[in-house]
């Protein structure tokens, strides 16, 4: 199995900046893609930023230009700067792996136990 491990949530203000970063562990055999969601009260959960193996990112509209993904392939961690942060920017962040692990049969999909980021105004 996968494991996935987050730290650097927070209480902000509107304007500063934080890091989050997580790793991934365990018996991995292939890490397709790592990715940072959320999910604000009353709301779904959406897709932040995402970065394949490859190196390839995608953001959604609304952090555009504010945050950036990076990551280390080979030691499976992935970080999400944030800039110039938002009061609607508060939410949960998950960090999300697609990842192959040994012993099974296919990529799946595993999530950290998520980190709260508030930002005030």
């Known amino acids: 199995q996968v494991q996935l491990v987050e730290s650097g949530g927070g209480l902000v203000q509107a304007g500063g900046s934080l890091t989050l970063s997580c790793a991934a562990s365990?018996?991995?055999?292939?890490?397709?893609?790592m990715g940072w969601y959320r999910q604000a009260p009353g709301k779904q959960r959406e897709l932040v930023a995402g970065?394949?193996?490859?190196?390839?990112?995608n953001y959604v509209d609304s952090v555009k230009g504010r945050f950036t993904i990076s990551g280390d392939n080979a030691r499976h961690t992935v970080l999400l700067q944030m800039n110039s942060l938002k009061p609607e920017d508060t939410a949960v962040y998950y960090c999300n792996a697609n990842a192959f692990a040994n012993k099974d049969n296919r990529f799946r999909d595993y999530w950290g136990q998520g980190t709260q980021v508030t930002v005030s105004s």
């Open positions: 970065l394949t193996s490859s190196g390839s990112t």
């Open positions: 365990g018996s991995i055999f292939r890490i397709n893609t």
